[in-house]
Structure formats: C-alpha cells, structure tokens
C-alpha cells in the first residue's frame, strides 16, 4: 500500500500550477474548464495564503490521476 503524504496549502498551490502545466493548460484555458477566471488560477497558484483551497483541489483532480482529500485538522494540547 502507498504511504499517504500530507499537503501543506503551499504544496497544493505548486501542484497545481504543475499539474495544469503538464497538461499544457494555459491559466486561461484551465480557468474555462473548470468555470473560474484565470485571475482566479493564478491567485490559487501563486498565493498559498489565500482561501482557494477547493479549487487547488479541483485542479489537481482535474489534471491528474489523484483524488484530494482533506482538509485535515489537528489539535494539540495547549
């Protein structure tokens, strides 16, 4: 069985943007497809801080075999 690797919001953002470049996707075409604007593509490729989790996440479902899921959470003792 694989061994499961956890995403930071910055991973997720830079595959992403690789993932839609290996399809030979432009930020305008995959915008199209996936019925955002392609300021929206570059946002959610290029600032990790920003809440655009579900559509790095639609992007790499897209442009890729893999399935994302999470988010995930964790609670430490204060």
Do not use: C, W
Not at 19 to 47: F, M, P, Q, W, Y
């Amino acid at each position: 069985m694989p061994q499961k690797r956890l995403l930071t919001e910055k991973d997720l953002a830079a595959l992403a943007k690789q993932l839609r470049k290996k399809a030979d996707k432009t930020r305008a075409e995959a915008g199209r497809e996936l019925g955002v604007s392609h300021v929206s593509i570059h946002r959610a490729e290029e600032n990790p801080e920003e809440s655009l989790l579900r559509l790095r996440m639609r992007m790499v479902e897209t442009y890729s075999p893999f399935r994302v899921i999470g988010p995930v959470f964790y609670l430490e003792p204060k």
